[in-house]
């Protein structure tokens, strides 16, 4: 980890070394990932919609407040594990003003958990120099305070950012966040090591956006909406797609209702929206809207454009955004796969085991685990034939092949709330795949995948991955090392959503400094090689819309006796991953390997049979794992059920 150092005291005039400018501060180095301590806060009830009630500042007509949210809540509240004066700060972009007229700065409205000393405010121009410094004339309290100007400002018309600095100590909380990635984020002025200077430094991914505001005057016109950016999913040909629309309103009169034009494949469409609650008057009012974009009869992503044309009844002249619209021949069920990196000899590694098992109970086939154990040679089950999708250290997993994340914890609020976006994205591809042995001795499988491509694609790939389910082995090599066994569940950050984990914790089932699993979803070999290098065949260049594929590849079992004779032939399943060209993965899907007999045992389902770790091991013969069977052929415990 980098070793940051805040500046022991940061004083409220300019220096040299905070010579940035903006467009540098957006993409500068991340903070220390122990910058701020999180801790939940009461969220006050309101309602945002409705004509705001600021806290500790009565606005008069004309003034305004620009920032990151309008809202007087705030989720979370923080500290800075440094000791002095702390400067914290955000961006206010060009964008939230300007178009108004004659706009001044007034004075500052910051957010703090607790009493602590403030030392003042500061207002930069673009080049992040000071332009302007106000100290408090009276303390300021817990909760929302509002410093005035002694003489208004020009705002920097190319944009500005906006601080406090209030006295770190060892036991107070200065900051308050809004939880969402907001435009203006959270900056922290500190020591950089790694360019030798202090530098305003981005926790904007850690901590969302710190509670400031920038409290104005101004003239607005009564009606000014505009779209600044559009989520769009893809839709079937010929039925109505949905889209999110984000707005923006600088309007001096509240706005009830909206005209817009929505244009695809040349035709426009128009409609009018009125609102159950208006959006409040004043300035950088942001609001979101879900629209329905009527499909074209074919398949092709088309150019869209949306554009406001009235507000309040009012003629307005608004800028068009433009959006891509996906157009599938038809939608398919999507596949999220989430691969980690683990192994017996990592202490942390329960921890992701925990997660990993959750996501095979709680999402029921929709997500496939890959557990791949190449953290250590000395593991039984290492892998060596396999492609790094990013991974750094253990416990991690990556999801899709886009996001890196800890494989419990996710992106903070869960692997389950993380894994549910990536399921969110609509497929371009439709898949299924079948695999059955080749060979009498069952070394070998060959698996063959069906694939229909729903929108245009290019460079396509297609990785196969072979896994097993409940490995379990009787040597030391097999216990896994576990750190948790001297920690409680709430030290080790156990949820009661995933209550696996707090076995491992002290006094818990799997309380041991070290402990015998069964193992799932371990992979054993792939069609990648221990380059990384994908052996499959590839696909075509370019694919059009509702083009169908036939793709195979044979996988060949490991050579290992100490693995193999842990491995049960008929828990053994195949994982297809379809990637994009980006190597993202675009849906994927799974199986049961079969054998080439067919089925070679069945018996009548006289009682649920349980795996070594107590709980259902059943299978459809696709591979997806049920939770509660009803009637049918299963694979259960290892064995063909007939139910």
């Known amino acids: 980890m980098k070793k940051i150092l805040l500046l022991a005291t940061i004083l409220l005039t300019a220096t040299a070394g905070m010579a940035q400018k903006l467009i540098d501060l957006a993409q500068s180095p991340d903070a220390d990932n122990y910058l701020i301590t999180s801790k939940p806060a009461a969220i006050k009830a309101s309602n945002s919609l409705k004509a705001p009630e600021h806290e500790g500042i009565t606005l008069q007509p004309g003034q305004y407040l620009i920032g990151n949210s309008q809202s007087d809540e705030y989720y979370n509240y923080g500290s800075c594990p440094y000791m002095g004066d702390v400067l914290v700060g955000s961006i206010i972009y060009k964008d939230s003003y300007e178009k108004l007229k004659n706009v001044r700065a007034i004075g500052i ?28 004339k009276t303390p300021c309290a817990k909760g929302w305070n509002y410093i005035p100007f002694d003489e208004p400002q020009t705002i920097d018309p190319e944009g500005c950012l906006i601080a406090y600095t209030y006295v770190q100590t060892a036991s107070n909380y200065g900051i308050c966040n809004w939880p969402d990635m907001a435009s203006g984020g959270f900056y922290v002025y500190a020591y950089n090591s790694d360019r030798g200077q202090y530098t305003w430094l981005n926790a904007s991914n850690q901590a969302g956006a710190v509670c ?75 609001f979101g809207l879900e629209v329905a974009v009527p499909i074209p009869e074919k398949a092709a992503a088309y150019k869209t454009t949306f554009q406001v044309t009235k507000a309040g009844g009012e003629a307005v002249t608004s800028a068009p955004i433009t959006f891509t619209q996906d157009a599938f021949t038809r939608m398919a069920p999507r596949h999220t796969v989430v691969e980690e990196f683990t192994g017996t000899t990592c202490g942390n590694c329960p921890r992701g085991y925990a997660g990993m098992e959750y996501l095979k109970e709680a999402y029921d086939g929709r997500a496939y685990v890959i557990a791949v154990h190449n953290y250590a040679q000395a593991d039984p089950m290492y892998c060596a034939r396999y492609n790094n999708p990013g991974w750094a250290g253990a416990p991690t997993c990556c999801v899709d092949r886009q996001l890196t994340t800890d494989p419990y914890f996710g992106s903070g609020y869960g692997i389950g709330a993380t894994v549910d976006e990536y399921l969110a994205v609509a497929p371009r591809v439709d898949l299924s795949v079948s695999a059955s042995f080749t060979d009498e001795k069952q070394t070998k499988v060959k698996a063959t995948t069906n694939l229909e491509f729903l929108g245009a694609a290019k460079n396509y790939t297609v990785a196969y991955v072979l896994t097993a389910d409940s490995l379990r082995g009787t040597t030391s090599a097999w216990r896994q090392d576990n750190y948790y066994a001297s920690k409680t569940t709430a030290e080790a950050g156990a949820s009661n959503m995933m209550p696996l984990f707090a076995l491992f914790c002290k006094g818990g089932e799997w309380g041991q400094s070290k402990v015998l699993l069964t193992y799932n979803d371990v992979a054993l070999t792939s069609s990648w090689s221990t380059s990384g290098s994908n052996q499959a065949t590839k696909l075509t260049s370019t694919i059009a819309a509702g083009k169908t594929l036939t793709h195979s590849y044979t996988l060949t079992l490991p050579t290992s006796s100490t693995l193999m004779n842990a491995v049960k032939k008929n828990l053994l399943f195949v994982t297809v991953l379809v990637l994009d060209g980006d190597g993202h993965v675009a849906n994927a899907a799974r199986c049961h390997v079969e054998e080439p007999e067919g089925i070679s045992e069945v018996t009548t389902d006289n009682g649920l049979q349980t795996t070594d770790n107590g709980r259902q091991a059943t299978y459809d013969l696709t591979g997806r794992k049920l939770n509660s069977p009803a009637h049918g052929l299963f694979i259960q415990n290892g064995r063909k059920v007939l139910k």
């Open 109 to 136: 409205r910051f957010c703090i958990p607790q009493t602590v000393t403030i030392k003042g405010v500061t207002l930069f121009n673009s080049d992040i120099e000071s332009q302007y410094v106000q100290r408090p």
């Open 212 to 286: 400031i505001q920038l409290v104005v005057e101004a003239e607005l016109p009564d009606y000014e909406v505009n779209a600044t950016d559009v989520e769009s999913t893809p839709a079937a040909v010929g039925t109505e797609g949905r889209a999110i629309v984000y707005l923006q309103s600088n309007s001096q009169k509240e706005v009830a209702d909206i005209d817009y034009d929505i244009t695809i494949d040349s035709k426009t469409y128009s409609t009018h929206r009125k609102f159950s609650e208006p959006v409040p008057a004043g300035i950088d009012q942001k």
